[in-house]
């Protein structure tokens, strides 16, 4: 089923006005509302308070007169985002933008498709998503797939992974299992550390496992974590050619990733910065202050919710296939709760600026 009229169908239809005296429907346009499940108390009260106001501004941009925002706080925690949920039901919208969490999200699912109320979220836990629950954070595998095609159309075959042994390392295993099975290619070589592991035995132990050698390593880890793996992995004896490192998109935001020989020329994948420039800039004159990146999130979630609630029942509206523009790039949605970005590919330089070396694709096309 396309997605849109998926959503349409979770969300229901609004009432038609009725002339008393002729009894025939009134054309005057129903608003139609959207519930923003925010933490608007609390710890995350500055950041809830920021993506109200870039939900706000996309429907501004967008000129939707006939949707209302109801704000609903969650105070950050489960059983707040499970009692806004509820809230919105109540209050009639057609559907839920937020919460900020993946348990909050968790919390809020099963209230709302109890009320058939979908939910476009902000995690970035593709775990959460499903059926009527669309999650639009950039995602571990969002990132995998992109950088390992890229590294694919350089000759990559036989792909190796170090990363610490939590949440986000494991997302980013899972990943690459999924896309070498996807692709036909060998089972990659995964080491996953705990968090006092030296880079030099993490490497050593990668170079045990990969017998024949590797063509490509993604690293999982950050900052000066990964600077010493990947400083390490050259004398931990992979044959030569070494393997091309990789990254991803947190990469992106220290600058001192190419204080590191080993990592220069390192490929990660992240949103083109030229969406999310042009977006901060109509922010800040809005606003007067500099958004934080989870407002570019709420602004896509909120765009996205206003073109599902203002699409008439019966009408198919766009299918699968339509991209929409958002602030980290192209998305598409899925029906069974999937998303589709966009994403452009950077290689490490030494001055510390990422140099784009592929721009961002279409959803769903070759290379994305």
């Given amino acids: 089923m396309p997605v849109l009229a998926a959503l349409v ?15 025939q429907p009134l054309q005057e346009p129903v608003r139609s509302r959207i519930a923003l499940l925010l933490p608007l108390t609390g710890p995350q009260a500055p950041l809830g308070a920021s993506m109200q106001q870039a939900a706000e501004l996309a429907l501004f941009e967008r000129g939707n007169r006939a949707v209302d925002f109801l704000p609903m706080d969650t105070g950050g925690t489960t059983s707040g985002a499970a009692a806004a949920a509820r809230q919105a039901s109540t209050a009639g919208a057609r559907i839920i933008v937020g919460p900020l969490t993946a348990s909050e999200t968790s919390a809020a699912s099963g209230p709302a498709r109890a009320a058939r109320i979908p939910i476009i979220a902000f995690t970035n836990d593709a775990a959460q998503a499903g059926p009527g629950v669309w999650t639009l954070g ?8 992109r950088v390992m095609g ?5 000759g990559a075959r036989r792909f190796g992974l170090v990363a610490p042994d939590d949440a986000f390392g494991r ?12 692709w036909g290619l060998t089972d990659p070589v995964i080491v996953l550390h705990g968090a006092r592991a030296s880079a030099g035995s993490v490497a050593q132990d990668l170079a045990a496992r990969s017998q024949g050698g590797l063509d490509a390593v993604m690293i999982g880890s950050t900052g000066s974590a990964a600077r010493s793996i990947a400083a390490a992995l050259g004398p931990a004896g992979f044959s030569e050619p070494s393997p091309r490192i990789l990254g991803h998109a947190l ?18 994948a992240a949103p083109d910065p030229s969406s999310r420039a042009r977006f901060d800039a109509r922010y800040e004159g809005a606003f007067g202050q500099r958004p934080p990146r989870l407002a570019g999130i709420a602004y896509d979630a909120a765009g996205v ?10 009408q198919m509206g766009p299918n699968t296939g339509e991209v929409f523009d958002g602030v980290d790039g192209p998305i598409r949605l899925q029906p069974d709760g999937g998303v589709q970005r966009g994403l452009a590919v950077f290689s490490i330089e030494a001055s510390g600026e990422p140099r784009m070396v592929e721009s961002a694709p279409q959803p769903g096309g070759a290379g994305s």
């Fill in 150 to 154: 890229a590294a694919q159309g350089q």
């Fill in 305 to 314: 919710a206003a073109r599902v609630v203002l699409t008439p029942r019966g």
């Fill in 9 to 23: 169908a979770l969300a229901g239809c609004g009432q038609q006005a009725t002339s008393v005296a002729s009894r």
């Fill in 251 to 268: 990469w992106g935001q220290d600058a001192g990733m190419g204080q590191e020989v080993a990592l220069q020329g390192a490929l990660f």
């Fill in 171 to 182: 997302a980013l295993a899972a990943a690459m299992r999924a896309e070498a099975s996807t």
């Fill in 138 to 145: 950039v995602t571990p595998a969002q990132q995998v797939r």
